[in-house]
């Protein structure tokens, strides 16, 4: 998929800055065949900055992911903030291999960003997703709870009670 309406063309701008707005949604996420996210609302803001032989790009999106948690399985709405810079310049053919500098052919009159945009949302959500609830408590679903009736007894108990040989111990670290 070309995704058409991320190409931006800089031919006919003026020099100086110049902004673009997106709404990306699961349809663009899923054109790159990429099926971990739920749901996907992100406002994304694209600055251009157009000098004579050098494009500067630099992305900022806001929004929302919906994912699954790892733990639970849950569904949660995970936030999303991420930036990215891109400098593109001109040279004898396309070159995409820095992550930072894009090279494009002399002559070329547009560029897109699709990739770009795309790879930042996914690299914006946590390697491990854990849903909100999961960290302060409040989450209760039949998965939690079934790993905690089948936690072993003796690591319930061990949390529980303490060896009173170490207690005495404990407590020459503290007397000074």
Same mark, same amino acid.
């Given at each position: ?17 110049h ?20 749901e ?33 399985? %849950? ?31 002399h002559?070329? &009159? ?20 854990? &849903? ?9 679903s039949?998965?939690?709870?079934k ?6 007894? %003796? ?22």
């Amino acid at each position: 998929m070309e995704h058409k309406e991320y190409s931006i063309p800089f031919s006919g701008l003026k020099q100086g800055k110049h902004e673009f707005k997106y709404r990306v949604d699961n349809t663009f996420i899923q054109s790159f065949g990429f099926q971990e996210f739920n749901e996907v609302s992100v406002d994304l803001q694209v600055l251009l900055d157009k000098q004579s032989t050098v494009l500067e790009f630099e992305f900022r999106a806001t929004g929302t992911v919906n994912v699954d948690c790892d733990l639970s399985s %849950e569904p949660y709405d995970q936030p999303i903030d991420a930036s990215l810079g891109l400098v593109v310049k001109f040279g004898e053919e396309y070159n995409n291999e820095d992550d930072e500098i894009l090279i494009i052919p002399h002559g070329e &009159h547009q560029v897109n960003i699709a990739q770009y945009v795309y790879e930042m949302l996914v690299l914006a959500v946590p390697a491990k997703r854990v &849903h909100p609830g999961v960290l302060d408590g409040s989450l209760r679903s039949d998965l939690l709870e079934k790993l905690e009736e089948l936690q072993p007894r %003796e690591l319930k108990k061990r949390k529980e009670e303490t060896d009173p040989r170490w207690d005495a111990l404990k407590n020459f670290l503290t007397d000074k």
